[in-house]
């Protein structure tokens, strides 16, 4: 198609925009004079041969839409009038991520508050999978509370309230909090779906979230939530007859939150989360009694028990002195050797363990024991802790190749009689059915 002077603007390429696929096709020409003459015709608008970007279905567009960035998204809806049309679809605004930052104090992106605007006057009540990622500032936590408080057209089904770094909502008002929070809460009949970590969500608002959710509420995720009492959490189990995910800290955690979550009313829960954390050195910790883990595995007999300790080792005294049905356990900070021992002991349902550290005794005897009564490890990690070549040769040749995580320092392998570092990883490799090598420090 021979270029008319007319068109030259119409079908010029932007280096952002999608008109990219509109640029000519030229043969170069050996005189310059003759350039324009033999430009005119030579060159070709590839759309001829392809298609015309503003004439995409909107279900395509709908799709390319939903990878872009918000901002990017915003410059394509500018792009023709088609375009635009598919920047307001419903189904774009069903999931969105609000991000609120202070350029003075982060790096991540922020959503730009013209667009928050748009996007709560157009789409409030198309919005339906919602979070807020906000950093550690006060004035982050208030511009996502003042979204909240907005959204009352809107019938959300999963919430998701992340800080990037403490403290960010904690610092706001309990009451501010609390009153955005409810917006939703009362407005949104069919919630499944609530992150709310690290916040002064209280037992009141509890009551709220269950008295207009209790049929539809799948996961609550809660963790360092200190206005939460163990009787909120008691109520939300005794009501979400559907629950099927819950994270909480280690002190809301009671015997009978275990058995109001075992009873037969209560549908079979697939993942318990529990964070154990000591605020202050020497932290009294309680113990739940056997007969109630006995009771959640009856009623649950497939349920994951995740467990993050960081704790101080003197800390330790009420855990792993009995059975636990843990499935996977996090060490966040050194752990002692009687410990490690205990977990051998009392935790069969074993899959995943994590030692981020341990000092400087080898393990030997603790891993050996894990590999005999945890028959279900298939991932392990250790960190800051020693261990004999010839003891972790023997940990994975009872393991086998079951073991689908092995991440290892090289630091923790200590040479002996049998194997050194050169040797090791041949045969550790021939008992696990493929390739391995320990981690490597990085050198920066």
Excluded at 194 to 199: G, H, R
């Amino acid at each position: 198609m021979k270029r008319v002077k007319g068109d030259e603007d119409a079908c010029s390429s932007s280096s952002e925009g999608p008109t990219e696929s509109c640029k000519k096709v030229r043969k170069l020409q050996p005189s310059k004079e003759k350039h324009q003459e033999e430009e005119e015709e030579t060159d070709v608008d590839l759309c001829e041969f392809g298609f015309d970007w503003a004439l995409l279905p909107q279900e395509i567009l709908l799709n390319i839409f939903q990878f872009l960035p918000l901002l990017d998204r915003a410059y394509a809806s500018q792009v023709c009038r088609g375009w635009n049309q598919a920047f307001h679809m419903p189904e774009l605004w069903r999931c969105f991520e609000f991000e609120l930052n202070q350029p003075a104090s982060s790096y991540l992106k922020a959503t730009h508050p013209e667009l928050i605007k748009q996007i709560i006057k157009r789409h409030s009540n198309h919005l339906q999978y919602v979070s807020f990622k906000v950093d550690s500032s006060t004035e982050s936590a208030e511009a996502a509370c003042d979204i909240l408080s907005q959204l009352v057209n809107c019938s959300l089904k999963t919430l998701g309230l992340i800080s990037t770094a403490r403290p960010s909502f904690m610092e706001l008002p309990k009451s501010h909090f609390i009153s955005a929070l409810t917006v939703v809460f009362v407005n949104s009949k069919s919630l499944s779906s609530l992150k709310i970590d690290d916040t002064p969500v209280d037992d009141p608002s509890l009551k709220v979230l269950v008295a207009n959710n209790s049929d539809t509420l799948r996961m609550l995720k809660m963790s360092s939530c200190p206005h939460v009492s163990p009787a909120g959490i008691l109520c939300v189990a005794d009501q979400c007859h559907g629950l099927r995910e819950l994270a909480l800290n280690y002190h809301l955690l009671s015997d009978e939150l275990l058995l109001a979550l075992s009873s037969e009313k209560h549908v079979h829960l697939e993942h318990l989360r529990i964070d154990v954390v000591s605020e202050n050195p020497g932290q009294h910790f309680h113990t739940i009694r056997k007969s109630s883990w006995d009771a959640m595995l009856r009623h649950s007999p497939k349920f994951n028990l995740v467990m993050y300790f960081f704790l101080y080792e003197d800390e330790f005294g009420p855990f792993f002195r009995e059975e636990v049905p843990i499935t996977h356990l996090y060490f966040g900070r050194s752990v002692s050797k009687d410990v490690l021992g205990r977990v051998g002991v009392h935790c069969p349902r074993l899959v995943e363990l994590v030692v981020c550290a341990n000092g400087l005794r080898p393990l030997d005897e603790e891993l050996i024991r894990i590999a005999k009564r945890c028959t279900q490890l298939s991932a392990i990690g250790l960190g800051e802790c020693e261990v004999s070549c010839s003891a972790f040769v023997e940990f994975v040749k009872m393991c086998g190749r079951r073991l689908s995580q092995l991440s290892i320092m090289e630091e923790v392998l200590i040479p002996d009689h049998k194997y050194n570092l050169d040797e090791i990883h041949w045969e550790v490799s021939k008992h696990l059915g493929r390739v391995w090598f320990p981690d490597m420090m990085p050198t920066w």
